[in-house]
């Protein structure tokens, strides 16, 4: 998973709020690295309040993909 910290470095300076292909398209300006650009492409189309809501997403995709695991007893 990509961390925050890097996306944080990235979308620095972007305007909130701001859509996916906003975030996309400033990452891409900024020379994202591959790993960050994957990561915002996979959120979903939706506007975002604020760099919170953009981690959250990522995020959100990132817990998609995984394996469940045993259950908290």
């Given at each position: 998973?990509?961390?925050?910290?890097?996306?944080?470095?990235?979308?620095?300076?972007?305007?909130?709020?701001?859509?996916?292909?906003?975030?996309?398209?400033?990452?891409?300006?900024?020379?994202?690295?591959?790993?960050?650009?994957?990561?915002?492409?996979?959120?979903?189309?939706?506007?975002?309040?604020?760099?919170?809501?953009?981690?959250?997403?990522?995020?959100?995709?990132?817990?998609?993909?995984?394996?469940?695991g045993p259950?908290?007893?």
């Open positions: 998973m990509v961390s925050t910290a890097v996306v944080s470095e990235v979308l620095k300076g972007l305007d909130f709020p701001a859509d996916k292909q906003q975030c996309v398209d400033y990452a891409k300006r900024r020379g994202a690295p591959r790993e960050v650009m994957e990561a915002l492409e996979r959120m979903p189309n939706v506007k975002f309040d604020s760099m919170a809501g953009v981690f959250h997403a990522i995020g959100q995709e990132h817990r998609k993909g995984e394996m469940p259950i908290p007893k």
